[in-house]
């Protein structure tokens, strides 16, 4: 996986309360869902004071990825077949990751396309 650093303040990222944080860096950055597949998230802007991930549901849809909405979240579907999971938490679709890894932060689905710099996908499939 690539990392770029960048220079302290050279660029900043607003969060949902308002504050600004330095980004520290963009790189690649894999999430492992619970059904044993991967998603490659790539230009992944990187800042300490982030608590989760945003992945719009459109550049998803620019990749392949379809969708099926059921009472508890969703499912991913890529080619037709169950890629993964994500379930309904308050306003928020979560995707389900694979917990026996490191992925600490949690990672919310928005059918927003903040920034397509920010949220180019990739995906690897291991079934």
Not at 73 to 83: A, I, P, R, S, V
Request: overall charge negative; aromatic content about 14%; proline content about 0%.
């Amino acid at each position: 996986m690539e990392f770029h650093h960048y220079s302290v303040g050279s660029r900043t990222i607003v969060l949902g309360n308002g504050s600004e944080e330095d980004v520290l860096g963009v790189g690649t950055y894999q999430l492992r869902l619970h059904k044993g597949n991967k998603l490659l998230l790539q230009d992944a802007l990187y800042a300490l004071g982030v608590q989760c991930s945003l992945v719009s549901f459109v550049s998803l849809m620019r990749i392949g990825f379809s969708f099926s909405f059921c009472t508890n979240g969703l499912d991913l579907f890529y080619n037709g077949n169950l890629f993964s999971h994500a379930t309904l938490k308050g306003d928020f679709i979560v995707l389900d990751l694979d917990n026996t890894y490191d992925n600490t932060s949690t990672t919310f689905v928005s059918y927003f396309d903040f920034n397509s710099e920010s949220v180019n996908g990739m995906l690897d499939m291991t079934m």
